[in-house]
């Protein structure tokens, strides 16, 4: 029988494109990636040499799988298009007789959000969506005492046109009373005050 537990090593992380596939370095056991560098390829390992070919695996990424993977004789874990977010990827292994060494190896992944999903982003478009809100708001208020301003100027105006209206209609209406009680009255002056009741 074989009691000794094998050492298991995620020996390769490999970040792959349209356009190509790359290993990146892990030696923290930290990766951080891009939001549009989110599928991925590990392999891994396990240090047991007797009878190798009946080595088995498992393998969870959480936050991502909801249970552990048995990945048998196969070394290699791939995941496609990961939402931003954090992840931790474990892998354990069992050597022949079935012996896990359930402390395994594992890596941190974070997959960056675009820049358009990130809180400064939300809260530049928040300010500008307030800004542009009050500058309506500033615009409309500008506007109406504008209109405010040119009625009180037209209702001042037609009161003093009016008023001085009035007032000669008055001040000619005083020389008639006068001329009646002289018994002399002007044509003229009649005329006059109906020129300026009908002007107004």
């Known amino acids: 029988s074989n009691p000794i537990k094998p050492q298991v090593y995620i020996t390769d992380f490999k970040v792959i494109t349209t356009d190509s596939t790359y290993s990146i370095p892990y030696s923290d056991k930290k990766v951080e990636l891009p939001w549009n560098q ?12 007797t009878n ?27 995941y496609t298009q990961l939402n931003p977010g ?11 007789d079935g012996v896990w060494n359930t402390t395994g190896d594992q890596v941190l992944i974070k997959i960056l959000p675009p820049y358009w999903r990130t809180w400064w982003f939300y809260t530049i478009i928040g300010l500008f969506i307030i800004f542009i809100i009050w500058s ?6 500008k506007k109406a005492l504008e209109v405010e301003h040119i009625k009180l100027r037209i209702a001042n105006d037609l009161h003093d046109d009016i008023g001085s209206g009035l007032s000669g209609i008055a001040l000619t209406s005083d020389v008639i009373e006068q001329q009646l009680d002289n018994g002399d009255v002007n044509p ?4 006059r005050i109906t020129k300026k009741a009908r002007h107004r």
Not at 38 to 49: C, G, P, R
Not at 52 to 78: C, F, H, I
Not at 136 to 141: D, G, R, S, T, V
Request: charged letters at 20%.
């Open 38 to 49: 989110n599928t991925i390829e590990l392999a891994y390992v396990a240090l047991n040499y």
């Open 52 to 78: 190798s070919s009946k080595n088995k695996y498992k393998y969870q990424l959480k936050g991502y799988d909801p249970n552990w993977v048995v990945s048998n004789t196969l070394r290699k874990a791939k």
């Open 86 to 96: 954090e992840y931790s990827f474990q892998i354990t292994a069992a050597n022949n």
């Open 136 to 141: 309506i708001h500033k615009y409309k208020l």
């Open 188 to 191: 003229q002056l009649i005329n």
